[in-house]
Each structure stands twice: as structure tokens, then as C-alpha cells.
């Protein structure tokens, strides 16, 4: 196989909400959730993942993130690290931090669009995982956000949840491991 | 607060399932933990934003234009 981008389609998705499905091209589609779980994506094929999503939410708010292993979420707050956010808007640049989370910031959605893509570095070996998510949404008409975190347990983890702090999602993401 | 949750699996099999209490008592915790910090986030915005508008009209009882605290300073006067 050559080097380069390689999807990893799911062994399973568990959502909350009106549907979700997996794509033949190994996407996931899913419309009006309050949750989605990929299962199966990181394997130990691959060290680092890349995973892109455009989407619409219900409402301007943040989308959660947690790593998540044989169908479990890990939820404990005291084992995610800082949550480190910067963002551009108007005319606007600024950052946040938040260091008690039970799950990190993944992106900020909107109701018109947004595009991101988020890096998950190391998430199926056994040494704690490093994310960092770039994109580009509707807010204000158009905001940057950038978004990075930690976690600090050495477990290996084989798929994530992602969910809205409010109303629902609809859009699509692939999950893509790089070969090398 | 309740709700189900569906696995998809690869070969097209589905189950939906009503979310067990610890699923449904994390979801709950989770909201209550997320408005307070946007209630944080956002207190510290209005503060931020407060602090600004002050020292641009400081700036700006001093004598300098709008274009000189945007240029000195970084601070858009709107």
C-alpha cells in the first residue's frame, strides 16, 4: 500500500437522535443527533488519524468530544488535561481555557455551516492521546477556531463520541489514518 | 431525562436500546456542567470586553485618534 491517507470505515456507530448511517466509502452520515459514537476507527495499523467534518447544528454551541474504547466513553473529568481554544471573529481574536472537563471541545458549531478537521495523535496506543482540531465555521458569518487538549491515561482507545452541548447535529465525517 | 440509543453495525444489523441510568445521569451532568461554564465563559467576555472599552476611552481622554490606539495598541475602537 502506498503511502497516504486511508479511510477507516467503523466496525459499529451508536448514535442518539433521528438516524445515522455508514457510507460504502466508509463515511458516516448522520442527521438531527444529539450523539454520535464511531467505534473500530483507531486500529493498531495506524498511529495518527485525521477526521473531517461538515456539519449543521441546531444551535450555536460547542461540540464535545470524548475518546472511547470497546463501546465505552471515557467520561472521568480528572483524566482529561486543558481544553486550549483561540479563536478569530469580526474583528475579533481571542482564546480560552478550561481544565476540568469530562470531555474536550471539539469545535464550535452553527446552523449555516462549518468545516473542521481534527487530528487525533496516538489515540490506540498505550500512552495518552494529543488532539487538535482546525476549522472554519457560520458564527458571526465566519469565525476561525482552532482547538487543542489532552488526555492523560496510557490507555488505548478505539473510536470517539462527539455530541452538542445543545439541540442537535446533522452532516457527515470521514475518519482517515495516515500511512506512512 | 430519557432517551434510546442506536448501534448501526457494518453488516446492516441495528438495535436501539433505552440509555442506561449511569448514560442518562452523565448526559444530565454534562448539561448542568455546560451551562455553567458558558455562564463562566461569558462573564469573562463581558469583562474582557469592559476592560477594553475602558482603556481606549483612557486612551482616548489622552488625545489619541482612534487610528493611533488601533495602530499602538491592537484595540479596535468601534
Not at chain 1, 461538515?54 to 488535561?81: F, I, P, Q
Request: charged share 15%; net charge negative.
Amino acid at each position: 500500500m502506498t503511502n497516504g491517507l486511508v479511510v477507516m470505515t467503523p466496525t459499529s456507530i451508536a448514535y442518539s437522535g433521528t438516524s445515522a448511517s455508514i457510507n460504502s466509502d466508509g463515511s458516516v452520515v448522520f442527521s438531527a443527533c444529539t450523539s454520535l459514537s464511531l467505534n473500530g476507527v483507531f486500529t493498531s495499523d495506524y498511529d495518527n488519524y485525521m477526521v473531517t467534518i461538515r456539519a449543521t447544528g441546531t444551535n450555536d454551541t460547542y461540540v464535545r468530544c470524548r475518546l472511547r474504547a470497546s463501546g465505552v466513553d471515557e467520561s472521568s473529568a480528572s483524566n482529561y488535561y486543558v481544553d486550549q481554544y483561540l479563536y478569530a471573529l469580526s474583528t475579533t481574536v481571542g482564546a480560552a481555557r478550561t481544565t476540568t472537563n469530562g470531555a474536550q471541545s471539539f469545535y464550535f458549531s452553527n446552523a449555516q455551516r462549518s468545516g473542521n478537521t481534527a487530528y487525533f495523535f496516538g489515540p490506540f496506543l498505550a500512552q495518552p492521546t494529543a488532539v487538535r482540531e482546525v476549522g472554519a465555521v457560520g458564527y458571526q458569518n465566519a469565525t476561525l477556531q482552532e482547538f487543542a487538549w489532552t488526555h492523560s491515561l496510557s490507555n488505548s482507545y478505539d473510536g470517539f463520541t462527539f455530541y452538542p452541548n445543545a439541540g442537535s447535529l446533522t452532516g457527515l465525517l470521514t475518519v482517515f489514518g495516515f500511512n506512512q | 431525562m430519557s432517551f434510546t440509543i442506536t448501534t448501526v453495525y457494518l453488516d446492516g444489523r441495528t438495535e436501539t436500546r433505552d440509555a442506561t441510568p449511569e448514560e442518562v445521569a452523565q448526559r444530565e451532568a454534562d448539561l448542568v456542567a455546560f451551562e455553567a461554564e458558558r455562564v463562566a465563559r461569558e462573564a469573562a467576555e463581558a469583562q474582557a470586553a469592559a476592560a477594553k472599552a475602558s482603556a481606549i476611552a483612557k486612551l482616548e481622554a489622552l488625545g489619541l485618534t482612534a487610528d493611533e490606539v488601533s495602530a499602538a495598541f491592537g484595540l479596535q475602537v468601534t
